[in-house]
């Protein structure tokens, strides 16, 4: 059946340097999101896609982190240069918006785990 | 200030009985409420939507009621199993920055666990 992947799963890598992150939508749908969660935050927005350009990524921080979907079957997060502080797991997820009550459809997630 | 609150404390329930978690939220005024369930090591799952101007929904053993002036919404799971522990998240429909359209922005969670 049909499941957003990501990969990769796990990864560990040390300060300063770059982290990517792929994520496969559900094909045909049209909305893909990144999500951070944290103990302490919860689950936080980066990035929002709707028909492959980005509507929203106010919660992603700029200077370091880049979202960008190249076609409509690749999602990416990035982070350059990393720091600890980006230790997280890291959520995409895709959706058809509001036609099925913008119902998300996530991934299994990327932990990641800067040293 | 916006705020989206959940019980951080686990919830303890026996098998059998009703569980009931609570969403409340402040200074906001969402479009749509949802709910997810998620497990130790995967993504969250989707359960149920209710509407701002929906009071209540059901699905099998699960209930959602939505009240706009009390700001709240509560999740009820009927005869509870254990196999329905997990975190279970809201998620409240609120618009972009940018205008236009309404995304989920989520509460931090409250594990419920069912005890055989």
């Known amino acids: 059946d049909a499941r957003v992947t990501q990969t990769p799963r796990h990864k560990v890598t040390e300060m300063g340097q770059e982290v990517t992150m792929r994520c496969q939508p559900i094909l045909g749908h049209n909305t893909v999101f990144w999500y951070r969660q944290t103990m302490m935050q919860g689950l936080e927005l980066l990035a929002y896609?709707?028909?492959?350009?980005?509507?929203?990524d106010s919660g992603m921080p700029k200077d370091r982190f880049s979202a960008e979907m190249p076609d409509a079957t690749l999602a990416t997060l990035k982070i350059q240069p990393s720091e600890p502080r980006d230790s997280a797991v890291y959520f995409c997820?895709?959706?058809?918006?509001?036609?099925?009550?913008?119902?998300?459809?996530f991934g299994p997630g990327t932990r990641l785990t800067v040293l | 200030s916006q705020k989206i609150e959940q019980n951080s404390e686990a919830l303890n329930i026996q098998e059998g009985k009703t569980a009931t978690l609570t969403c409340n939220y402040t200074n906001y005024s969402p479009a749509y409420l949802q709910w997810y369930r998620q497990d130790p090591g995967r993504g969250p799952v989707f359960l149920l939507l209710i509407r701002e101007n929906e009071k209540e929904k059901r699905k099998e053993r699960l209930k959602v009621t939505f009240d706009t002036t009390l700001k709240q919404s509560l999740f009820h799971i009927t005869a509870s199993q254990p196999a329905d522990s997990a975190t279970y998240l809201c998620a409240l429909g609120l618009p972009l920055k940018s205008g236009g359209s309404y995304i989920p922005t989520f509460g931090r969670g409250t594990s419920l666990i069912v005890h055989p």
């Open positions: 896609f709707r028909n492959r350009a980005p509507l929203d």
């Open positions: 997820a895709s959706g058809l918006g509001l036609r099925s009550n913008n119902e998300q459809f």
